[in-house]
């Protein structure tokens, strides 16, 4: 391979790089300078396009990032000045005039600034604006700030994609009518707008920490963004639910590690190697729990956490407090009642009291309805079924387990329980 064709590989594997972790902070900048979704979008792509036919070129530069916003911003303005030929000069420079903030000397200034790191605070702030309805504000947080697709949106919603395409639609629209700004709100207005902001963060990092689709059980980057946002919001606003959902983020992804084996599979937390825990996370996880809690103007999010503390306080998983768990979870649902956490608690109650009865608990849960399409209800059910010996009804609910199962880990552990269940038909 010659310099050349070594030196434009280099730049190409640098610009996919960037593009895979970079272009949701530069798309946040991007709007932050042209104050509008739809042309920074349009400028993040004409960077890149840029970027594809310059830097094999010319080589990467020094700040790729700072790089990147300079020119979509510039290719923007130029494309509105070329659109404004038709008409006056003077509508030009007004249109063009109308850019949310003025562009840095991205050559003089540091591209690493304080601004630009809290580009996509800003814009998480913007997009969960009270005038949007909540869903609304979730729903265009993850597209816009966090970059998922909208059909992963719509699986952590649980409704079609179309539903949540036309909430983004109209959440960008409503933002361009009513002018809302692009900034972080003032101390006054800023608890009104947690709850929202901290739903979103919540969302990204369980998008992370258990993908709902494809090949790999983990995505690494939305978690470690999700904690990024959820450091720079307690940061902000040390609210107890702020500190409970960093510490609650922090203890789930202290045993990433563990969650899967060399070879990629599954690997359910009673039997994780907990030598591989991050003993760091866990500590700072459990001080915020703990810190919160005295507060006693907690809430979901930090009982939630109190919850993976006991397990990560556990040295085995015969040493978890399962009483303890279960005790929390019932003031969880009484806060903050969910058929999720309802899931949670009878698998909770099946460890501390037996597989019956937590099985009936689940079967409860199940007949009314709401968890029907949710995989991990029934495959919670199937392993009760296993461990009671009821071998037919466990092997029917892995089957409905698995024709719901999106994520591929997951389908491949669902199908190596399902093929140990003895052949009844032997018997």
């Not at 919540?202 to 992370?208: D, K, R, S, W």
């Not at 460890?351 to 099985?359: K, S």
């Not at 009671?388 to 994520?407: I, N, W």
């Not at 491949?412 to 329980?417: A, S, W």
Request: charged share 25%; hydrophobic share 45%.
């Amino acid at each position: 391979m010659t310099e050349k064709t070594t030196g434009v590989a280099d730049a190409l594997d640098a610009l996919d790089a960037i593009y895979r972790t970079e272009s949701r902070r530069i798309f946040a900048t991007l709007v932050r300078l042209l104050g509008d979704f739809d042309r920074a979008e349009e400028a993040l792509h004409d960077a890149f396009r840029a970027a594809l036919e310059q830097w094999p070129r010319e080589g990467v530069p020094a700040n790729p990032r700072a790089w990147l916003v300079s020119a979509g911003r510039f290719k923007s303005i130029d494309g509105i000045r070329r659109q404004a030929r038709f008409t006056a000069w003077d509508d030009a420079t007004a249109h063009t005039d109308t850019l949310a903030d003025p562009a840095p000397a991205w050559h003089e200034a540091d591209p690493d600034a304080e601004a630009l790191e809290d580009d996509r605070l800003r814009l998480v702030f913007t997009c969960c604006h009270p005038a949007l309805a909540p869903d609304a504000q979730v729903a265009l947080t993850l597209r816009e700030v966090c970059g998922l697709a909208t059909e992963e949106i719509a699986r952590a919603f649980l409704v079609p994609a179309p539903t949540i395409a036309q909430r983004i639609v109209r959440a960008k629209a409503r933002i361009r009518d009513a002018g809302i700004p692009y900034q972080v709100p003032g101390l006054a207005e800023l608890p009104e707008r947690l709850d929202a902001v901290l739903r979103v963060v919540y969302l990204v990092f369980n998008e992370g920490y258990a993908a709902s689709s494809g090949e790999s059980v983990t995505r690494a980057d939305l978690s470690a963004e999700a904690i990024r946002l959820g450091r720079l919001v307690a940061e902000l606003l040390p609210d107890p639910e702020a500190l409970g959902l960093l510490a609650l983020m922090l203890l789930h992804d202290a045993r990433r590690a563990a969650r899967t084996s060399a070879q990629g599979e599954l690997v359910l937390l009673n039997v994780q190697d907990r030598s591989l825990w991050h003993r760091g996370q866990i500590g700072e996880g459990a001080a915020l729990v703990e810190r919160a809690l005295l507060s006693r103007r907690f809430g979901p999010y930090t009982l939630q956490a109190a919850i993976a503390a006991v397990h990560a306080e556990a040295p085995e998983a015969v040493d978890t407090d399962w009483p303890q768990i279960v005790g929390l979870y019932d003031v969880l649902l009484r806060l903050d009642p969910s058929p999720v956490a309802e899931l949670n608690r009878a698998a909770a109650v099946a460890m501390r009291d037996g597989p019956a009865a937590g099985l009936a608990l689940i079967d409860a849960l199940l007949a009314r309805g709401e968890l029907a399409q949710y995989h991990l209800a029934h495959g919670a059910r199937a392993e009760l079924c296993r461990r009671l010996g009821r071998t037919e009804d466990a092997r029917e609910a892995y089957l409905q387990a698995l024709s719901l199962v999106r994520q591929q880990p997951e389908r491949q552990f669902l199908e190596r329980q399902l093929a140990s269940l003895p052949d009844t038909k032997n018997f």
